[in-house]
């Protein structure tokens, strides 16, 4: 009788201890997410203004490669001005912050929900294959210490179609095919107009706390870079 009544108590409990545990696991918060935070996010970041976009546009007029490096310190100063909140579904996400690493582009932000508010967190690798094409590739997506990429690109997905019908955006948008790369691993041609002219991005190196990428200004029409091979 008492081991019965034991493996009743057992069953009973074993839900909530999942449940305890997951919402440990969901909630628990990286020691290194310390985002920046503007008081006045309608006005632009200088580092972009002053230095970013000067330094794009003004080497892209040279028709020669040139190097940018983009700090950590500067990357965030731009995506903290970012319009928040941003709302997908029920969850508002919040305080975005960017960690640059050897290997990796890690983001992070805020997902407040009716239960509590997790950081998420994105891992992403870029790198350019050997036909010049750029894939932003998602190593993990997780909230807190819990795994949720594969239900995470699905949303995401669903999310991206929606976005394209109610759009009207072009499939060849930049900015649809890094949606796609990130997604789904679909590499694309990394070509981005500055201005009247169109550049190329032809190598990316990562560090700690900055990234370099060696830019191509292009003829009118975009083609891929032959003298200039990727590490």
């Not at 590739?137 to 909230?143: A, E, R």
């Amino acid at each position: 009788m008492k081991n019965r009544k034991f493996k009743a108590y057992l069953w009973l409990a074993l839900p909530l201890v999942l449940v305890l545990l997951a919402f440990v696991l969901v909630t628990h918060r990286p020691k290194n997410y310390a985002p920046l935070r503007i008081a006045d996010q309608s006005q632009i970041s200088v580092y972009l203004s002053n230095y970013l976009m000067p330094t794009v546009y003004n080497n892209s007029q040279l028709d020669d490669p040139f190097e940018v490096v983009i700090t950590e310190e500067g990357l965030n100063d731009i995506i903290a001005r970012w319009r928040q909140p941003v709302k997908f579904n029920s969850i508002t996400f919040t305080d975005p912050q960017a960690i640059l690493t050897q290997s990796q582009i890690i983001l992070m932000a805020t997902a407040k929900t009716r239960f509590a508010n997790p950081i998420l967190t994105v891992r992403i690798t870029p790198a350019i294959n050997s036909f010049s094409q750029l894939n932003a590739h998602v190593d993990s997506v997780s909230l807190g210490t819990a795994g949720i990429t594969t239900l995470a690109k699905s949303m995401g997905n669903k999310a991206f179609t929606d976005w394209l019908a109610f759009t009207g955006t072009e499939p060849n948008n930049i900015v649809a095919q890094v949606c796609r790369s990130l997604l789904n691993d679909e590499p694309f041609d990394p070509v981005f107009k500055v201005g009247d002219k169109s550049l190329r991005i032809c190598k990316i190196k990562l560090e700690k706390k900055k990234i370099t990428a060696l830019l191509l200004p292009l003829p009118d029409a975009p083609r891929p870079a032959s003298k200039i091979k990727p590490d």
